[in-house]
């Protein structure tokens, strides 16, 4: 893999190598502004590299100067006006295909190859960056033969990471909250970092794989990250600068309580007329300093982080409050529905976690203002390896929701473990909250799909980032794969999460020596496409989630949580395990989905096996869909998980891949796999025996539990 300099920074996947097919051609750019400048630039870059040719089309101006007739790739704004007769004709195809008013649409572009022109055609320039990048991942293939031309556009149109980064080191969190790739990128010593190269550097894989919007610091503000809003507003500005040449609006993390603690007044009420002015005039400022700015991120009310509660006020009070002061330039508050008791007694049976958001939420469903976005974990508990999907998806058709993803791996191996999520993420925008026939959680998060339903507009799709200033960015650099599935998935949730796959690894992996690079592609695919599944295989059973060390959430204990407060329980004993979480007998919670999955959920036998234990407690002799009693199947998982790690491991060290790698990145991989050997064996051991000691039941297959 080729590395960048001078900053010594890994260009994962926007090595030079990528940009050889465009950088080698005659590439003609039309129209201007910042985002045009940006796809200027990246096309001279490519260019100054492997020998071709960049310009720059004049405003006015006839003949193949202008209209790029003698180029071999036009970038070109639909509005200018000497495009030439193939981008014309384009044009003018797909205008009348779509009834003659028909729109490219914001951030959207057509692809096309006419009489040995490659054409991109986009109505804003951001369509324009995005379609430079459809070229790169396109590599020689877009300067092949004719190609009819493609409407590309985005379905959702907030894309967005959430970065859970601290200004100060958190004595007990860290720079960057379940960060797994050393320190902030923004962030250092206590201010924002004074070379943004590398934010910079971020910014444009960020846009090349498709996202469009960032929050700059932790969703848990602490004191100093209170000030973002106020005295260190210059840092966001700064950013922003930053962020804005690669189509990324900056959004920021705010304390509810912020008119107290930065502004002075005796209460944060959301209905006091000094707090509403207080908010206003910081708002106003902030657009002072960042024009487009994104708005808000709230945590309100959840792990003790303040909110309206405090005042006797509901959410959709609290959240109006910021909405109203962000309306008159255009911004959004991402309020986030992650609000439940984590004081629990676990004596307690009658309460559930799962339940918590749809019953905060679910009755606010109408009351929030239009530039409200409420963001919604994808699962009702906490970003756990397999959850079924958050049944407030379903539940507010008159808010506009977004739904939240984690890419950074708190739960799913902390990116000492391969466990590529593209398929987690694919099977949750594609799941159907009413059957799997009606709309997706997709189209729920992009909205505007169904017209006449009086369903609201989307409000996106939204992650935590999993990058820091690692020189691989993500730690273990096959994490990386994961930023990238999600932007592009976010882009196009229909989008198949394994040819995503292949995509990354064709753009990240150059080889460095001589010789066929299949066998590396061909390596790197079979060891990543199902290792979420490998990964739940080794880890806690059947939905039931957990298990994990308490505090810091990596390795096993299956019991770590059981009789905490946190509402993260199993309840095994001598007879069986998991969570009755139906209608009939348990805490209710089937009944916060519409049929048909109150229906299918409530009933072990029709229940997903790989859900039963989310929302049954079942003996262990319970027979599976699958036909595998539920001790026997953990067993057979804990064996063949742990297994299928170490076959990765021994793949990676074949040394006809390895001779094919850059050794550095070569020796990270290895060492992330040794330790996730080691740990699948813990998780396999620890899991194999407490079930075997609590039910007594041996393993059918007579192998060793210790
Ligand atoms: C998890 C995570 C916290 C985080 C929280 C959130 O509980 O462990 O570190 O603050 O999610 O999403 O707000």
């Not at 916060?592 to 109150?598: E, N």
Request: aromatic letters at 10%.
């Amino acid at each position: 893999m080729t590395e960048q300099t001078p900053t010594d920074v890994h260009a994962a996947w926007l090595p030079a190598e990528a940009f050889r097919s465009l950088g080698s051609r005659r590439v003609l750019v039309h129209g201007a502004g910042p985002l045009v400048d940006t796809v200027y630039e990246e096309a001279a870059r490519a260019c100054a590299e492997h020998g071709g040719q960049v310009r720059r089309a004049p405003a006015q101006g006839h003949g193949p100067a202008a209209t790029g007739e003698d180029a071999d790739l036009v970038l070109a704004l639909s509005s200018a006006n000497s495009l030439g007769p193939a981008a014309r004709s384009v044009l003018a195809g797909f205008r009348a295909a779509g009834g003659g008013t028909a729109a490219i649409g914001d951030e959207g572009y057509l692809l096309a190859r006419r009489d040995g022109t490659t054409l991109v055609l986009a109505d804003d320039p951001a369509g324009l960056l995005y379609g430079l990048f459809h070229v790169v991942r396109l590599g020689a293939a877009a300067f092949t033969g004719d190609r009819p031309a493609e409407h590309h556009r985005p379905a959702v149109r907030s894309r967005m990471l959430d970065h859970w980064d601290n200004v100060d080191v958190h004595p007990v969190m860290g720079q960057v909250e379940r960060g797994y790739s050393g320190g902030s990128l923004f962030w250092h010593d206590g201010r924002a970092r004074g070379d943004l190269t590398r934010v910079r550097a971020y910014a444009r894989l960020l846009a090349a794989c498709g996202i469009n919007a960032v929050s700059v610091n932790n969703v848990n503000v602490h004191a100093t990250e209170a000030l973002l809003l106020t005295e260190r507003l210059g840092d966001v500005a700064a950013l922003a600068d930053v962020f804005r040449p690669y189509g990324i609006r900056v959004h920021l993390s705010v304390s509810f309580a912020a008119p107290v603690v930065l502004g002075g007044l005796p209460t944060a009420d959301p209905l006091d007329p000094d707090v509403r002015a207080w908010w206003a005039e910081a708002t106003a400022r902030v657009h002072q300093a960042v024009p487009d700015f994104g708005g808000y991120v709230v945590k309100a009310d959840s792990e003790g982080q303040p909110g309206p509660f405090s005042y006797g006020r509901s959410h959709a009070d609290g959240a109006n409050l910021l909405a109203r002061a962000l309306a008159p330039f255009g911004g959004e508050v991402h309020w986030r529905a992650f609000v439940y008791d984590h004081r629990q007694d676990w004596r307690d049976r009658t309460t559930d976690r799962a339940r918590a958001a749809f019953d905060h939420f679910a009755p606010l469903d109408g009351q929030f203002d239009d530039n409200v976005v409420l963001q919604v974990k994808h699962g009702p508990m906490d970003f756990q390896t397999r959850e079924p999907v958050s049944p407030v998806i379903a539940a507010m058709p008159r808010t506009r929701l977004a739904v939240e993803f984690q890419v950074t791996q708190e739960y799913t191996g902390q990116q000492r473990h391969v466990c590529y999520l593209g398929p987690m993420w694919s099977g949750i925008l594609g799941f159907g909250p009413w059957g799997p026939e009606g709309p997706t959680v997709a189209s729920v998060a992009g909205g505007g799909t169904e017209p006449g339903t009086g369903r609201a507009a989307g409000g996106g799709i939204v992650a935590v980032s999993n990058a820091g200033d690692d020189r691989y960015w993500t730690g273990h650099p096959l994490a990386q794969a994961n930023l990238y599935a999600f932007g592009r998935l976010a882009w196009a949730p229909g989008a198949d999460p394994a040819a995503l796959l292949d995509e990354w690894i064709d753009l990240t992996f150059v080889p460095v020596a001589a010789g066929d690079p299949a066998p590396l592609r061909h390596a790197l695919h079979a060891m990543m496409a199902g290792s979420w599944r490998t990964y739940e295989r080794y880890t806690a059973p059947l939905g039931v989630g957990f298990m994990v060390r308490p505090g810091d959430h990596y390795g096993p204990d299956v019991d770590g949580y059981e009789y905490t407060p946190w509402g993260t329980y199993h309840f095994a004993d001598r007879d069986g395990v998991g969570v009755d979480r139906t209608r009939a007998t348990g805490t209710g919670f089937t009944g916060q989905y519409p049929a048909p999955w109150s229906q299918v959920y409530e009933s072990p036998g029709r229940c997903p096996d790989e859900l039963l234990l989310f929302f049954h407690h079942v003996p262990y002799g319970h027979v599976l869909r699958s036909g595998s009693t539920v001790v026997q199947h953990i067993y057979d998982t804990h064996f063949d998980g742990a297994e299928e790690a170490a076959a990765m491991r021994r793949r990676w060290a074949d040394p006809a891949l390895t001779r094919l790698v850059d050794p550095a990145l070569h020796a990270r991989v290895g060492e992330r796999l040794d330790e996730q050997v080691r740990c699948a064996e813990e998780w396999r051991d620890q899991v194999n025996a407490y079930f075997f000691r609590k039910s007594g039941v041996p393993d059918a297959r007579g192998r060793r539990i210790p």
